[in-house]
């Protein structure tokens, strides 16, 4: 099984990890904004959507060391979660960055035009079910 990493966000503002299973985004543990000293100053929240609707569990702690401690424990006591469920983020995420990058490129999607036909920003004729090309020819460009 491949082990969970994480990485530092980018957010200059307060401490923030994003956690990876393989190329899945499936979690943050971060510092809580805005809470008085006293409060549990970390959060952790397990969960992706799509794939994961039913799962998503999260909580509070005084530490980050707990903080990864619960994810951990959480994420060991999920139901096994099927490539089918990973697959389905992956096929999401590819889409929403092939979108964004078509809307970048002042590109016009096929539902933009009456005759649901248009090119994609590499210059291929699509149609309405261009799905199969996202994800063939551009599999990847969102991770």
Known sequence: MTA???RRSDNQHQETWHVYFDDIYVGTIGENAG????????GWSLGFYPGMEDHRRGGETATFEEARAAFEL?????PTLSEAQFEEWRRSR???AWKNRMWAE????PTQN????????????ISIACEEHIHTV???IGA
């Open 4 to 6: 969970l990493t994480r």
């Open 35 to 42: 809470v008085p000293i006293h409060a549990e100053r970390w």
């Open 74 to 78: 959480a994420w060991q006591k999920l």
């Open 94 to 96: 590819d889409f929403q």
């Open 106 to 109: 002042k590109c016009r999607l």
């Open 114 to 125: 009456p005759n649901g036909q248009s090119t994609c920003f590499c210059g291929a004729p």
């Open 138 to 140: 551009h599999r990847g």
